[in-house]
């Protein structure tokens, strides 16, 4: 079974950055397109944005609400993927949930980690 | 790119069928099969229940089918049980990059 373990959530002031992590195991990490999306307070969800695998480029791509300010990354050797936020703005506040990708479909989640911007 | 349209809401008896629908437009739901539904537990993770339209993943439910037609996908649960109660996503590619989610939907099992 697949699981994904996000961290690095927190209380972060607008304008303020942080960087999300998503730890895996029991699957080939190298080969997943992975994803981050968030949920909002009492809202729905939100894809944030993508990266390939490396072995189909290994782009990135992003929301545009997001675009700009957040980067995605992965490192392959240690089955982590990541999730830099800098100028955030209060209506980043959301729990924020690392994903496989495929085929235009969300497949296994983490647990999701808060990120409440805020002064 | 609007998010795709569900009902706020949706209910039904225990035994029952109920379907949730799931309106875009010709440029994502009417233009690809890739229409994927999510269930969320409150205070848990979403859970991918059917992807590419019609296809359920390994251990969900055969109560759980997907159907389409034209700008507008579907969500049918037969056989309603409390464990069901839930709120559910739907989930449409738009081309390119882009993926667009509808608002939501909450069952209510009476």
């Known amino acids: 079974e697949v699981q994904l373990v996000e961290s690095g959530g927190g209380l972060v002031k607008p304008g303020g950055s942080l960087r999300l992590s998503c730890a895996s195991s029991?699957?080939?990490?190298?080969?997943?397109?992975m994803s981050w999306v968030r949920q909002a307070p009492g809202k729905g969800l939100e894809c944030v944005g993508r990266i390939q695998s490396a072995a189909d480029g290994g782009t990135p791509d992003y929301a545009v609400p997001v675009k700009g300010r957040f980067t995605i990354s992965r490192d392959d050797s240690k089955n982590t993927l990541y999730l830099q936020m800098n100028s955030l703005k209060t209506e980043d506040t959301a729990i924020y949930y690392c994903t496989t990708y495929a085929s235009g479909y969300f497949g296994d989640w983490g647990q999701g980690t808060l990120v409440t911007v805020s002064s | 790119q609007s998010a795709l349209t569900q009902p706020a809401s949706v209910s039904g008896s225990p035994g029952q069928s109920i379907t949730i629908s799931c309106t875009g437009t010709?440029?994502?739901?009417?233009?690809?099969?890739?229409v994927s539904w999510y269930q969320q537990h409150p205070g848990k993770a979403p859970k991918l229940m059917i992807r590419?339209?019609?296809k359920r993943p390994s251990g969900v439910s055969n109560r759980f089918s997907g159907s389409k037609s034209g700008n507008m996908a579907s969500l049918t649960i037969s056989g309603l049980q409390a464990e069901d109660e839930a709120d559910y996503y739907c989930?449409?590619?738009?081309?390119?990059?882009?993926?667009?989610f509808g608002g939501g939907t909450k069952l209510t099992v009476l």
């Open positions: 590419e339209v019609t």
């Open positions: 029991e699957f080939t990490f190298t080969n997943a397109w």
């Open positions: 010709s440029s994502d739901v009417g233009s690809y099969n890739f």
């Open positions: 989930c449409s590619y738009a081309g390119g990059t882009t993926l667009l």
